[in-house]
């Protein structure tokens, strides 16, 4: 099982980008994929979620409404589109699947290895 993350950078607030999270090895499309992130200091939190089918996906609060999850199965990829950067959202993303749509860290099976993200002021 692989997972890699990539598409992190530099960005000023209220500037986007787009992570792309690239699985392999497993039948990727049976499972959910989550993004979660990790400031400094800080433990790792939940972003964003997405269902098998990419039927469902679920956000942290922090995040709704200025970010995107979405996943071709076709090509085994999960993207996260995050508009109207601010400082706070500065951190390492990472990816990772569970074989349930949930927010919880403890529930994802396999991880990958994140990208960083900053966000200037």
């Known amino acids: 099982v692989q997972l890699q993350a990539s598409g992190g950078g530099l960005v000023q607030a209220g500037g986007s980008l787009r992570l792309s999270c690239a699985a392999s090895g497993f039948t990727f499309s049976k499972f959910a994929v989550g993004w979660f992130r990790q400031a400094p200091g800080k433990e790792r939190e939940f972003v964003a979620t997405?269902?098998?089918?990419?039927?469902?996906?679920v956000y942290a609060d922090s995040v709704k409404g200025r970010f995107t999850i979405s996943r071709d199965n076709a090509v085994n990829m999960v993207y996260l589109l995050m508009n109207s950067l601010k400082p706070e959202d500065t951190a390492v993303y990472y990816c990772?699947?569970?074989?349930?749509?949930?927010?919880?860290?403890?529930?994802?099976?396999?991880w990958g290895r994140g990208t960083l993200v900053t966000v200037s002021s």
């Open positions: 997405i269902s098998w089918s990419g039927g469902a996906a």
């Open positions: 990772a699947v569970s074989t349930y749509v949930t927010r919880w860290p403890q529930s994802y099976d396999y």
